[in-house]
């Protein structure tokens, strides 16, 4: 080809066969092109050996997330189906029962969390991401989490807007 020419080159790249695609591997190289007069061009690439879209973001090998009482300073799991919360909605009123309580850990960084409340009875509140919600907690979302920090949030019935929803129509359980 003479100066000032051009051609199209299609490069086809195989991932190695060696890795382990349960590590998230990544593999990397360059494509070195000589040129006629001596030059040299370099081209990297980059791919991930898994399907980002099957990776577990929350970790739940160590039984994250659940649901816990705002009163218990070990913030052990709820393990009794029917638990009941009394929220104080508008008000500040705290009870010995506490409130309920979200844990959870990232087992990969998110670049944003959000805990929004799911009505018990779906009626037409908005969607997000495909579910009827009626908001987010307050403090959420939250952008930029990091992996393997642990998050969580008591709820005491406030929404992050500021409104406080008609609680009758909450459900709270602790299956996740």
């Not at 980002?52 to 189906?81: E, F, H, W």
């Not at 506490?98 to 009875?121: F, H, K, W």
């Not at 779906?122 to 998050?151: D, K």
Request: charged share 15%; hydrophobic share 35%.
């Amino acid at each position: 080809m003479g100066p000032e020419s051009s051609a199209v080159e299609t490069l086809h790249f195989r991932r190695p066969t060696s890795l382990n695609e349960s590590r998230i591997p990544v593999y990397s190289g360059f494509v070195t092109i000589n040129g006629s007069a001596g030059d040299l061009l370099s081209l990297p690439y980059a791919g991930i050996a898994t399907s980002m879209k099957d990776v577990a973001i929350v970790d739940s090998v160590d039984g994250y997330p659940y649901l816990t009482r705002s009163s218990d300073a070990t913030q052990s799991p709820i393990t009794a189906n029917g638990t009941v919360f009394i929220l104080p909605g508008n008000s500040t009123a705290f009870n010995s029962t506490g409130l309920p309580s979200l844990v959870y850990e990232l087992a990969m960084g998110s670049r944003t969390v959000r805990i929004d409340v799911q009505p018990a009875n779906p009626r037409e509140v908005p969607r997000i991401f495909g579910q009827r919600v009626l908001g987010n907690v307050p403090s959420y979302p939250v952008q930029n989490h990091v992996r393997q920090t642990m998050g969580g949030i008591a709820w005491n019935g406030q929404l992050a807007d500021g409104r406080g929803r008609l609680l009758e129509s909450i459900g709270l359980c602790c299956g996740l």
